[in-house]
């Protein structure tokens, strides 16, 4: 089991910044792949940053030079640092993990939201033009 919890959501201006945090504890092998996703009032849940278990980041198109994602394994700790944020960015936003899936040879981490097992439970992030 892996149990996430998220903080440091709270309201701010467009062009301000954020960081969020998501402490993470449990089985390690199951939280190998980490990513926060979105969800803004009236809006399906969307991925925002990944983790893949290569180390390599990936961001979705509207948050990409904006977010940046980071961990301090030592610390068990999940980032997403947040910089000229936008009025549409406003969401609950979720720390989630997943132990990844096999391919062939080779184990990848998943990117739809319904393939992630584990959810913190969000931390909300509100955005004022």
């Known amino acids: 089991q892996v149990q996430l919890v998220e903080s440091g959501g709270g309201s701010v201006q467009a062009g301000g910044s954020l960081r969020l945090t998501c402490a993470a504890s449990g089985d390690t092998y199951n939280r190998d792949c980490m990513a926060w996703f979105r969800q803004a009032p009236g809006k399906e849940r969307e991925g925002v940053a990944y983790?893949?278990?290569?180390?390599?980041?990936t961001y979705a198109d509207s948050v990409k030079g904006r977010f940046t994602i980071s961990k301090d394994n030592a610390a068990n700790t999940l980032y997403l640092q947040m910089n000229s944020l936008k009025p549409d960015d406003t969401a609950m936003y979720y720390c989630?993990?997943?132990?990844?899936?096999?391919?062939?040879?080779?184990?990848?981490?998943?990117?739809?939201?319904?393939?992630?097992?584990?959810w913190g439970r969000g931390t909300q992030v509100a955005v004022s033009s």
């Open positions: 989630v993990a997943d132990t990844g899936y096999q391919l062939g040879r080779n184990r990848l981490c998943p990117r739809v939201r319904d393939d992630f097992d584990y």
């Open positions: 983790f893949d278990l290569d180390g390599r980041t």
